[in-house]
């Protein structure tokens, strides 16, 4: 059974730092891609990174522009998303989800399996 929950979310003014976690259990890391995913009322969902532990690859969302970093800790079963910089636009549900890793596919799809959000905002 594959589970997801992410934390650490919270209200932080503009220009600040938070660092959401997401622990997984029920998988193995290299047989899946790990996302993190916004969604602000009214605005369609965002990708904001993607581990690809297979390719050893990570991505961003354009908008991220150098400010997030997301990691992981296997040993730990959790990847992490260090959100530095943070500005009011920033302000959504982030979650992470898990999709399995194929050749064939495009990563973190997140159509797979999804964890209940954490919810940052980001006052001016």
């Known amino acids: 059974d594959v589970q997801l929950q992410a934390s650490g979310g919270g209200l932080v003014q503009a220009g600040g730092s938070l660092r959401l976690s997401c622990t997984v259990s029920g998988i193995t890391f290299d047989e899946y891609t790990i996302g993190w995913f916004r969604q602000a009322p009214g605005k369609e969902r965002e990708g904001v990174s993607c581990?690809?532990?297979?390719?050893?690859?990570?991505n961003y969302g354009d908008f991220v522009k150098g400010r997030f970093t997301a990691s992981s800790d296997v040993a730990e079963n959790t990847v992490y998303l260090q959100m530095n910089s943070l500005k009011p636009e920033d302000t959504a549900v982030y979650y992470c989800?898990?999709?399995?890793?194929?050749?064939?596919?495009?990563?973190?799809?997140?159509?797979?399996?999804r964890g209940q959000g954490t919810q940052v905002t980001v006052s001016s």
């Open positions: 581990i690809s532990f297979q390719d050893r690859i990570t």
């Open positions: 989800t898990a999709d399995p890793w194929t050749r064939l596919a495009s990563p973190c799809s997140g159509r797979w399996y």
